[in-house]
């Protein structure tokens, strides 16, 4: 996966709005592909999993509580230089700050309200696409 691949979520203020679809269609624009993907309902419990790495932090109760507020949509996306691509395409986590045409700027609240996460290296590209998909889940 290093490289290609990288994983996203559409988080529950984004799909609670109606704009998964917008999203995913702006990422299949930048070209993005879809390798994987599901609708959820993450538990307290996963969420506080997935973001574990974040438990020390100040904003970790409010973002494990924020992301089971509603369904969100974990995808595997595919192409070169795939998490720096994402990360450039979501644009900065204060949507006041993110560049225009950017995920944030188009479909994002506030800062704690930011409609998607995006991994940040190739190695929790990796992880992270594990916690939500089995390798049989994935489109080759």
Excluded: W
Aim: hydrophobic share 45%; net charge negative.
């Amino acid at each position: 996966m290093a490289g290609r691949r990288t994983l996203t979520i559409i988080k529950p203020d984004a799909f609670g709005a109606g704009n998964a679809g917008n999203i995913v269609a702006l990422l299949e624009k930048q070209g993005f592909a879809v390798k994987a993907a599901r609708v959820m309902h993450m538990t307290t419990a996963q969420a506080g999993a997935f973001y574990e790495v974040h438990a020390a932090r100040p904003f970790y109760g409010e973002l494990v509580e924020f992301m089971t507020s509603g369904p969100c949509m974990p995808l595997i996306l595919e192409k070169d230089d795939a998490v720096a691509s994402l990360r450039t395409a979501i644009g900065a986590t204060d949507p006041a700050e993110a560049a225009e045409g950017t995920v944030r700027k188009l479909y994002a609240e506030s800062k704690g309200k930011n409609a998607i996460h995006a991994s940040d290296s190739d190695e929790n590209a990796a992880r992270e696409a594990r916690f939500f998909f089995a390798e049989a889940d994935v489109i080759a």
